[in-house]
C-alpha cells in the first residue's frame, strides 16, 4: 500500500508561486511513475505534470509548460511541483497520484494511488 499527502496549497494572486509537495509512504518501486492532477469546480480532473522515479523524465500538459516544474527528490521520498507565473484558471484542487507501470502518465485511470488533494486559488 502506498499513501500520498499533499501540502503547500494556499491562495496567492496572479503571477505569484506556489511549491506543492506530495509525500510518500509505504511500498514503492523504481519503476513507479508520480503524477499531478487538479479538478476545478464543475469540471473533470487533469492532467498537469508527471515524473517517473527512475530516470526523472517528466511530463506537462501544454498549458503549464514554461510555468510549471515537478521534480522528486529521493531521499526525501516526496515530489514537488512549482508553479510559478499563476493564472486565475490554475485555480483548482490538486491531486497527486502514483502507479507501477504506466505508459501513458497522463491518463488518471492509469494510477492506482492518490492523495486527498490540496486547494490552490490564484486571484486576478
Known amino acids: 500500500q502506498v499513501q500520498l499527502v499533499e501540502s503547500g496549497g494556499g491562495w496567492v494572486q496572479a503571477g505569484g508561486s506556489l511549491r506543492l509537495s506530495c509525500a510518500v509512504s509505504?511500498?514503492?518501486?523504481?519503476?513507479?511513475?508520480m503524477g499531478w492532477f487538479r479538478q476545478a469546480p464543475g469540471k473533470g480532473r487533469e492532467f498537469v505534470a508527471a515524473i517517473r522515479w527512475s530516470g526523472g523524465r517528466t511530463y506537462y500538459r501544454d498549458s503549464v509548460k514554461g510555468r510549471f516544474t515537478i521534480s522528486r527528490d529521493n531521499a526525501k521520498n516526496t515530489v514537488y511541483l512549482q508553479m510559478n507565473s499563476l493564472k486565475p484558471e490554475d485555480t483548482a484542487v490538486y491531486y497527486c497520484?502514483?502507479?507501477?507501470?504506466?505508459?501513458?502518465?497522463?491518463?488518471?485511470?492509469?494510477?492506482?494511488?492518490w492523495g486527498q488533494g490540496t486547494q490552490v486559488t490564484v486571484s486576478s
Open positions: 497520484a502514483a502507479g507501477d507501470g504506466i505508459l501513458i502518465p497522463s491518463t488518471a485511470s492509469a494510477y492506482v494511488y
Open positions: 509505504g511500498r514503492t518501486f523504481s519503476s513507479y511513475a
